[in-house]
Structures are given as structure tokens and as C-alpha cells.
């Protein structure tokens, strides 16, 4: 199939031209995973390959096209050739789309694990690396570094119930709200009451001209100067230097978008006394307060929360930082800039109202998809330490049904991904929400901050607040239990902690990564460590 298909496709571009469904196809055929003709028409946009003309039809040439995949995308397979690693488990097969599948991507969340390695460690299959399998329909599944709830939603498709446990609140309100069970019809409503209060306000205000106005502006501006194509090639080809140009270019608008924010009376005013101050503009600060005055007055708690997860959502967006900076903050962004991203002149965000309207529909669609999916099961995620909570009680406050199957058959095992030393500050990656909502923090109880770096003491504590919750967790698992904790082991820790907890490691599932973060490039390499008691 995938010979006749290529040959197809090249016999139909004698003169080496393919138009972009033939340029989809071929691409499909020779990567053997979908390769839509907006994926062909995202190279040309960005200059990644050179747009040609087929009859008045945008078109590629079939070499430049084979060399563009082979050079940034088979290369990787090559680097990590080795036979400990499982390459499917990369599953670099998978589109975004399936790896951020429905509630997924309910909410941006650092350093969290595809859906898709969790399943094939929970599913019943078997194969050459997975030689055995470890769950079944019924069984438990424990993850006490649950994060934004990917074990926990993927336990319920396959028909298994979960707990998790995390530190943080906002992760377990995130997790929480990816499995509820509530009236759609009623979020929808209370959505759009909302949506119609905000919009109300926003037409009180000079936004909506102002907005209108710096837009116009924009767009005649970059229409001008950074054609879509023709700017992003002669940044490619070296005929423009790209840091000299969009500076000249920023300090020409720049007059134009300072006429505005006087003529319609914007302020601009900001400063550091809190992360809200900072980092939002007070336009933004002002629809910000008025929702989350809004949210808090909705008396269904699920609903409520739904709701602060959507503001969560567009207040990450809507950040004074530029398009490239919304992983990474750097400094705060009040005027007009160069975007690296986009590749023109863009400007810092001055209301709300669109994000909160783009992810308020996205998520009612996502819970729409989750719920066409959802098993008889029962999951949730509990706001604790994971070295001390008692479990038990503590489900038996929040979830009568799953208290009675953990005391009936304990849990079978453990599928978590715990954090990665020095790597993440796990609140601070949200530290809008906790301040807008007033949520109390639990930073302290952290385990491997990225604020204690990576030095040998921080390494050393690790090592006991890791092996601390997996010595406190075996009270609740069964005899015959089974570990699998997913870590980018560079220093070595996990047989010491496996040690400690006494543990031992029965096997390594070698795994290449690719594109794990916004921010991360480069390929890398994890391991899962199978995990049996002493």
C-alpha cells in the first residue's frame, strides 16, 4: 500500500510539482501517519518549503517536500537508534489532535504525559516489550503525582477505576472537572449568561474602537512590510536580516500605536506588587474581576469549577508577554512588538473576550466527546500530600463508591509520572489562577521544585520525598501490585529510590520523546521504571 501510493504520487509530478492535496497524499504515504493539506499549506505559509505555482494552483516540489521530511523528521528515529529503545512508544505516528484528544486539552498543564503511553501500560495487550498484561477491567489504578488527570481519564475509557493525589488544588480542580458527570445543558446555559454579561461590559467601554482601530492598523502595516510568504522566505534565504528589519520596522509603528492609546484613553498601568498587577494590563483586570465574581456566585460546584477552569484557561492567554513567551514568562509586554512566532508586528491583548469565548466552546465540546466515551467507573483526584494522606478517610469524605472498592480489592498498581528534580515550581505555573481565586497554595510540599535547582542536596531529597510516597502508598496496594513511574532518570536516582522504598526494579521501558513541552525542541530520551515490592 504505502509503495503504490508513493509511486502514484510521484508519477503524478513529472515536472517534480505537487499541488497541495497531492502534496497531502504523498506526505501521508511516505511519514505512514495523516498529513492534512492545511499541515502541506502550514510549510508554505512559513517558508519551511517554497511555494510554487502548478496552472494558478499553490504547488511544492516533490524533492525540496521529501528532503523538508527527511531532514526534520526522519533524522530523529535515526539519532535514537538503539536497541533499548521502543520506538513506538514515541508514538510519533499519533497526530496533535489524538494526543490532546478531548479533555486532554481542557487546560495548558506543564510536563504532563500523551494519553496514549498511559493506555498501553493500563490496556490488557501484549508484545515483544510489554510482555504481560498488568490491569483489567475493575482493577484500581493509583497515581500520586496526578497532576492534570491524564492517568486517571484514560483508567476511565478503559473500564478502570482510579485515584489520584496531588499537592496542588488547581491540578486536582483540573483533573476533577476532565471526569464529572454534570448537566451540560445547564453549563451551557450558565456559558452563555456569562458570555452575555462580559460582552455587555466590554460595549460599555472604548475597547471595541480602540481595538478596531489598532487592528486596521496592524493589519495594513504588516500587509505592507512582512508579506505572509515573501518576508518569511527572505528570512529563510538570508536576503533580509530578520533582527535588524523587524526593529526598524517596531520603531516605525510604534508612533501610530502610541496616537491610539492616548486618542482613546488606555491605560497601560502596571507594577509588581502581585502576578495579576504584572502581568495583566488593567483593561484585562477589570473583565478578570468581573468574571470571577460571576463564577463564584454559580451554585453547582462542578459547574463552578468548569467555569474557573475556561477563565484559567483565557487568563494564560491573555498575559502583557509575547506570543513565543506564553510557556516562559520574561518581562512584561505593553506596547506593540516583533512576533518570532508570527512573524509581524503584534500587540499585547486589552480584553478578554475573545479567548473566553474560543475556549468556552472548545471546552462544552471536549466534555461533549469525553462523555460519548465515559465507562461506569469511578475516578477522582484528592488534594493532598502523597506521603502522609490517609487515603482511606479521605474517600470516604469525597467518594463513598470508590472507599468501598479500595477497602473491598485494594489497588492494583500505580501508573504516574512523579515530577522531574528541578524542574517545574508545580503552583507557580499557575499562579493567575491561585491569585485571582484565592486558592491556598501547598508549595512547601512539593517535591523537586524547580526553586531548589538540581544541586546534590535537592537530588538527595528527591530521592526521600519520592521513596516517601511509594512507602506510604504500598498500604493501600495489593500483594502482587505493579509500579510504573515515567522519568527522565539523567542523575541516576531511581534505583535509590527504589531502594529506599524497598522496592526493586524489574524493568526499563526505553522511550524517546519528542516535543514534550511548548518550549522543548529536542528530542530526548525516558524511562519507565517497573516497579515490584522487595
Known amino acids: 500500500m504505502l509503495r503504490s501510493l508513493l509511486m502514484i504520487s510521484e508519477n503524478s509530478a513529472t515536472k517534480d510539482l505537487l499541488t497541495i492535496p497531492e502534496a497531502s497524499r504523498w506526505a501521508t504515504a511516505f511519514l505512514q501517519k495523516p498529513v492534512s493539506n492545511s499541515n502541506i499549506s502550514y510549510l508554505i505559509q512559513y517558508a519551511l518549503i517554497k511555494k510554487r505555482d502548478a496552472n494558478g494552483a499553490p504547488a511544492v516540489s516533490l524533492a525540496e517536500l521529501k528532503d523538508y521530511y527527511e531532514q526534520n523528521q526522519k533524522y530523529t528515529e535515526n539519532k535514537w537508534k538503539d536497541e533499548r529503545l521502543n520506538w513506538a512508544l514515541s508514538f510519533s505516528n499519533c497526530?496533535?489532535?489524538?494526543?490532546?484528544?478531548?479533555?486532554?486539552?481542557?487546560?495548558?498543564?506543564?510536563?504532563?504525559?500523551?494519553?496514549?503511553l498511559v493506555e498501553y501500560f493500563l490496556d490488557m495487550h501484549t508484545d515483544a516489550f510489554k510482555k504481560e498484561s498488568y490491569f483489567k477491567a475493575g482493577d484500581i489504578v493509583l497515581d500520586p503525582f496526578c497532576g492534570s488527570g491524564t492517568t486517571l481519564v484514560q483508567a476511565n475509557e478503559l473500564g478502570l477505576h482510579a485515584v489520584g493525589i496531588d499537592v496542588s488544588?488547581?491540578?486536582?480542580?483540573?483533573?476533577?472537572?476532565?471526569?464529572?458527570?454534570?448537566?451540560?445543558?445547564?453549563?451551557e446555559q450558565k456559558i452563555d449568561y456569562i458570555t452575555h454579561k462580559l460582552q455587555e461590559y466590554y460595549?460599555?467601554?472604548?475597547?471595541?474602537?480602540?481595538?478596531?482601530?489598532?487592528?486596521?492598523?496592524?493589519?495594513?502595516?504588516?500587509?505592507?512590510?512582512?508579506?505572509?510568504?515573501?518576508?518569511?522566505?527572505?528570512?529563510?534565504?538570508?536576503?533580509?536580516?530578520?533582527?535588524?528589519?523587524?526593529?526598524?520596522?517596531?520603531?516605525?509603528?510604534?508612533?501610530?500605536?502610541?496616537?491610539?492609546?492616548?486618542?482613546?484613553?488606555?491605560?497601560?498601568?502596571?507594577?509588581?506588587?502581585?502576578?495579576?498587577?504584572?502581568?495583566?494590563l488593567p483593561s484585562i483586570r477589570s473583565e478578570l474581576y468581573l468574571m470571577r465574581d460571576l463564577i463564584n456566585a454559580v451554585a453547582d460546584a462542578k459547574i463552578c469549577n468548569v467555569l474557573r477552569v475556561i477563565l484559567s484557561r483565557t487568563m494564560r492567554s491573555c498575559r502583557a508577554t509575547t506570543h513565543s513567551d506564553l510557556a516562559t514568562l520574561l518581562e512584561p509586554v505593553k506596547t506593540t512588538y516583533y512576533c518570532t512566532k508570527h512573524y509581524k508586528i503584534c500587540k499585547p491583548l486589552f480584553s478578554i473576550t475573545k479567548w473566553w469565548s474560543t475556549y468556552s466552546k472548545d471546552t462544552v465540546k471536549r466534555l461533549y466527546q469525553f462523555s460519548q466515551l465515559r465507562t461506569n467507573t469511578a475516578q477522582i483526584c484528592l488534594t493532598g500530600d502523597s506521603r502522609t494522606i490517609d487515603l482511606l478517610s479521605a474517600l470516604r469524605?469525597?467518594?463513598?463508591?470508590?472507599?468501598?472498592?479500595?477497602?473491598?480489592?485494594?489497588?492494583?498498581?500505580?501508573?504516574?509520572?512523579?515530577?522531574?528534580?528541578?524542574?517545574?515550581?508545580?503552583?507557580?505555573?499557575?499562579?493567575?489562577?491561585?491569585?485571582?481565586?484565592?486558592?491556598?497554595?501547598?508549595?512547601?510540599?512539593?517535591?523537586?521544585?524547580?526553586?531548589?535547582?538540581?544541586?546534590?542536596?535537592?537530588?538527595?531529597?528527591?530521592?526521600?520525598?519520592?521513596?516517601?510516597?511509594?512507602?506510604?502508598?504500598?498500604?493501600?496496594?495489593?500483594?502482587?501490585?505493579?509500579?510504573?513511574?515515567?522519568?527522565?532518570?539523567?542523575?541516576?536516582?531511581?534505583?535509590?529510590?527504589?531502594?529506599?522504598?524497598?522496592?526493586?526494579?524489574?524493568?526499563?521501558y526505553e522511550r524517546p520523546v519528542l516535543n514534550r513541552t511548548e518550549k522543548a525542541k529536542n528530542a530526548y530520551s525516558e524511562t519507565i521504571f517497573h516497579f515490584k515490592e522487595l
Open 95 to 116: 497526530t496533535e489532535a489524538e494526543t490532546t484528544k478531548h479533555v486532554h486539552r481542557l487546560h495548558p498543564y506543564k510536563g504532563k504525559f500523551i494519553p496514549q
Open 169 to 187: 488544588l488547581f491540578n486536582t480542580l483540573i483533573a476533577n472537572c476532565k471526569l464529572a458527570d454534570m448537566d451540560m445543558l445547564a453549563l
Open 203 to 280: 460595549n460599555q467601554t472604548m475597547l471595541a474602537a480602540f481595538d478596531t482601530a489598532l487592528q486596521d492598523a496592524l493589519n495594513a502595516f504588516n500587509t505592507h512590510y512582512f508579506s505572509a510568504y515573501d518576508y518569511k522566505y527572505a528570512i529563510r534565504t538570508k536576503t533580509i536580516d530578520e533582527k535588524t528589519y523587524s526593529k526598524q520596522k517596531v520603531d516605525e509603528f510604534l508612533p501610530t500605536y502610541t496616537a491610539l492609546i492616548e486618542k482613546y484613553g488606555i491605560s497601560l498601568e502596571t507594577d509588581y506588587k502581585s502576578f495579576i498587577t504584572k502581568w495583566f
Open 397 to 508: 469524605e469525597k467518594n463513598e463508591l470508590l472507599y468501598n472498592v479500595v477497602s473491598a480489592q485494594k489497588i492494583r498498581g500505580i501508573f504516574s509520572s512523579p515530577p522531574y528534580v528541578g524542574l517545574i515550581d508545580y503552583h507557580e505555573q499557575h499562579a493567575y489562577t491561585y491569585e485571582l481565586f484565592s486558592f491556598p497554595r501547598h508549595d512547601i510540599q512539593e517535591i523537586g521544585p524547580l526553586r531548589n535547582g538540581q544541586t546534590l542536596d535537592a537530588r538527595a531529597a528527591y530521592v526521600e520525598g519520592i521513596a516517601a510516597v511509594l512507602s506510604h502508598c504500598k498500604h493501600y496496594l495489593a500483594d502482587d501490585y505493579n509500579v510504573f513511574l515515567v522519568a527522565n532518570d539523567k542523575y541516576n536516582l531511581y534505583s535509590h529510590i527504589a531502594e529506599k522504598a524497598r522496592m526493586r526494579i524489574v524493568n526499563r
